[in-house]
């Protein structure tokens, strides 16, 4: 049996094991840095797999990772299992239903993403266990990646400073490597003090805190205009200083990301917003506290190793959904707004013709592998995936878990997360990251290649967007 098919049927002898892992975490849905339940269902089943594990990485409970083997090259896989608030929705249920009203829900798929990582990377330790390979596999269980960028405080803390190669992948809507760069952020509280008063009776007494802050946007709105124009600034108010129009209000926080597509480039912008919250203190007679909470670099893709990926990914073919998946992804595309199918129209018109991708938008859940091809672009989020990808050659892969024109972020997507789609999506994302970890372990040109590569980019420095006394923060 050739490696790529042993590689295939070690994914698919544990498939059911990890569908399992991803329903339990998606059971389970909490938000950054409180991922107790999660992190324990991932460290028990790392654990069960083989692996030594290791929790509190960079003195966060719920960082961890899992070890096997030893010496070189070391192949780490990424795993999320953050969820979102007021995401909570039936699984595979194509209508709006909550399990908990208002309550947490995985809305973009982490609990998939853990456990698919998971499954790649005991694929991996097992055929090179069998093979008598040397080298290590790394699982990194990587906390808060939507609120908190748990892994810039890894990168931060050293974590991935031994690491070879990065394979990580994102539930999505097409099977395709990541071929563009992500937003650079810095994600910023500025609390304004004033006095409070009775706004009627001695409002000249009082100073307040939310017309600092309100005057503060007012600045940033019209900076807006001299900074470069991929810039994004976005605001807001995560304390209004109450709700009563009569009492001038002594508090009010504005919440900030500052986007670039460079680091560099935030870190231009940043001193200036400051700026602008230091105006407002000052026109309103007010105190101003500026409290970072967290940032994260661009992602860069590296060539080799996404180029690898994709050539993998091409060879393996489309992902053979089962009639109950077909079935499945025809119920749910019935729950999607116009505009949400015009969405899925434009993410497949990256890859195809207008009048196809129009047509192929109804096929609800689309199996074909899009070619890797870097565009020299940035795509509008952030990831922190961005960190890591500074400091190991990367590679990340979307694979087909939800359907095409599946909302980000939304109830459609909680319900997919916990789905027959979503089985079948990880495992297939598993067998690519398993066999993209064995190309390097067995070909040590390639890892010497994609670290002359990531050099070559950043001159093998890392400046580390987050300031050292910055600690983690749900
Ligand atoms: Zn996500």
Redesign the pocket.
């Known amino acids: 049996m050739s490696s790529k098919e042993t590689i295939i049927r070690l994914v698919e002898s544990k498939k059911d094991f990890f569908a399992k892992v991803s329903d339990d975490v998606w059971a389970t849905p909490e938000l950054g840095f409180l991922e107790f339940k999660s992190a324990k269902t991932l460290m028990d089943a790392l654990e069960e797999q083989g692996f030594k594990v290791e929790k509190g990485l960079a003195g966060i409970e719920t960082a961890f990772k899992g070890t096997w083997g030893s010496g070189k090259p070391v192949i780490a896989f990424l795993g999320?299992f953050d969820a979102l608030p007021s995401l909570s929705q039936q699984a595979s249920c194509n209508v709006k239903n909550p399990v908990e009203e208002g309550g947490n829900g995985h809305g973009?798929?982490?609990c998939n993403?853990g456990a698919g990582s998971m499954a790649a990377a005991t694929a991996l330790k097992e055929y090179m266990e069998a093979n008598n390979l040397p080298g290590t596999v790394v699982y990194y269980g990587c906390p808060a990646?939507?609120s908190g960028a748990g892994k810039t405080f890894m990168a931060r803390d050293g974590v991935f400073d031994n690491d070879d190669i990065a394979i990580t992948w994102?539930p999505g809507s097409t099977n395709n490597v990541w071929s563009v760069s992500s937003l650079a952020n810095i994600v910023v509280f500025f609390h304004f003090r004033g006095v409070t008063a009775h706004a009627a009776a001695v409002p000249h007494l009082g100073r307040s805190a939310l017309d600092a802050a309100e005057l503060m946007n007012v600045g940033v709105n019209f900076l807006r205009e001299h900074v470069i124009p991929e810039a994004r600034m976005h605001y807001a108010f995560t304390d209004v200083g109450g709700g009563a129009p009569n009492v001038v209000q002594d508090r009010a926080t504005v919440l900030y990301y500052i986007r670039a597509p460079k680091t560099e480039q935030v870190m231009d912008i940043y001193p200036r917003v400051v700026k602008c919250a230091e105006g407002a203190a000052h026109m309103t007679d007010t105190e101003l506290t500026v409290e970072i909470k967290t940032a994260l670099s661009d992602y860069i893709p590296n060539d080799v190793v996404s180029q690898t990926m994709s050539d993998v990914m091409v060879d393996l073919g489309p992902i053979e959904f089962s009639d109950e998946a077909k079935a499945f992804a025809a119920e749910m595309y019935k729950s999607l707004t116009d505009a949400d199918i015009k969405s899925g129209i434009g993410s497949l018109k990256s890859y195809m013709s207008a009048e196809e991708a129009a047509k192929r938008v109804h096929e609800a859940i689309i199996p074909d592998v899009f070619p890797y091809k870097r565009q020299p672009v940035h795509m509008p989020g952030s990831?922190d995936v961005g960190d890591v990808s500074y400091v190991v050659p990367t590679a990340q892969l979307s694979a087909a878990t939800a359907i095409i024109g599946t909302p980000g972020h939304s109830w459609q997507q909680t319900a997919q997360s916990k789905s027959i789609l979503a089985h079948e999506g990880l495992t297939y994302a598993a067998k690519v990251m398993a066999l993209t970890g064995l190309k390097f372990v067995e070909n040590p040109d390639l890892v010497v290649k994609a670290r002359e590569e990531l050099n070559a980019e950043t001159g093998g420095v890392y400046n580390c967007p987050l300031p050292k006394e910055i600690k983690p923060q749900p």
């Open positions: 999320e973009c798929g982490h993403l990646e939507e994102h990831t």
